[in-house]
């Protein structure tokens, strides 16, 4: 069962901006507090590749390819983590796969993906 609920995809033209959410409705806050969140994606004919990713001390880590573009956020309030994505290029276009670890690596949880598309 897919346990990560994401929202916010769909298409934009370039230079657009999209942000994408991602939500553990059923975890205890406490507990999701200390999980690691990550956004994935993978392109058609690619590998998938880590997009950024954000530590529960708020350590942000960005993929060259989107630094300076794209901004992680996480809200232990409301269970979510967030992935704000301005100045979309087509290279963009991908299904966006929402990740989240806990602290001894026991525990993973992933969202079912989302599409994004960049495209006039």
């Known amino acids: 069962q897919v346990q990560l609920v994401e929202s916010g995809g769909g298409l934009v033209q370039p230079g657009g901006s999209l942000r994408l959410s991602c939500r553990h409705p059923r975890m205890i806050t406490s507990t999701f507090t200390m999980y690691d969140m990550r956004w994935y994606r993978q392109a058609p004919g690619k590998q998938r590749e880590l997009v950024a990713s954000?530590?529960?001390?708020?350590?942000?880590v960005y993929a060259d390819s989107v630094k300076g573009r794209f901004t992680i956020s996480k809200d232990n309030s409301r269970k979510a983590t967030y992935l704000q994505m301005n100045s979309l290029e087509p290279e963009d276009t991908a299904v966006y796969y929402c990740n989240m670890v806990s602290p001894k690596r026991s525990d993973e949880y992933w969202g079912q993906g989302i599409q994004v598309t960049v495209s006039s």
């Open positions: 954000i530590s529960s001390g708020r350590s942000t």
